[in-house]
């Protein structure tokens, strides 16, 4: 039986490289995506199960192109990690609604679009699982502190558009799922995170390996527990 293919958006450094690592490590078929390939020496260097592909996830018709040059593919497992932070500065009375807009369409509309274009490959797949990697930054409930205007926003977003999918997606046994890696190490995290990516990724991947179909339009933790929108 052939080793299941995975996909994975933001390839090229923290998360999604960390992904790629582990995914191939282990025999799986890897599909990498990220802007610029060229300057990704290090997912390049990965074992010979993982070909690379530009992609922006914000370029909607590249998004498309790609899925119809795999469209004979089947992608057992769909990571949406791509995403960005944004201006970290602003405050009331200082907003800029300009960088919003990339936020939101970087974390926001790119993982549906991608979500959108593959959703034929996942429900061929053995597997039918689809992974975005959000925050607890999104979660509502969990605000006590303000202020992260943009992020929040753009993640609360993304999260309700996954929960929708999770709906439309049930029919076709496609497990979706929203998934927090933690404060981890990374150039988006920072220095001061909690955690590695290694550490984030290996819980992750469990979560992951576990989804059933009753699981579809969960807000998980990369440890597996639950968390309040």
Known sequence: ????????TGSNRGLGLEFARQYSSEGWRVIATCRRPEQAPQLEALSCNVEVHPLDVTDFAQVESLAHALDHEKI???INNAGIYGPKSMSLGGMDY???????KV??????KVCESF??????????TMATI??????????????????????AALNAMMKSLSHDLKPRGVTVAVLNPGWV??????????????????GLRKVIAGLKLPDSGKFLNFDGAEIPW
């Open 1 to 8: 039986m052939p080793m299941p293919t995975v996909l994975i």
């Open 76 to 78: 057992d497992v769909l």
């Open 98 to 104: 300009g960088a919003w807009e990339d936020v939101f």
């Open 107 to 112: 974390n926001a509309m790119g993982p549906l």
């Open 119 to 128: 959703a034929g490959h996942v429900a061929d797949s053995n597997l039918k």
């Open 134 to 155: 959000t925050s607890k930054m999104g979660s509502i409930d969990d605000n006590t502190s303000g202020g992260a205007y943009f992020y929040r926003a753009s993640k």
């Open 185 to 202: 190490r990374t150039g988006l995290g920072g220095e001061n995170g909690r955690i590695g990516a290694d550490e984030s990724v290996a």
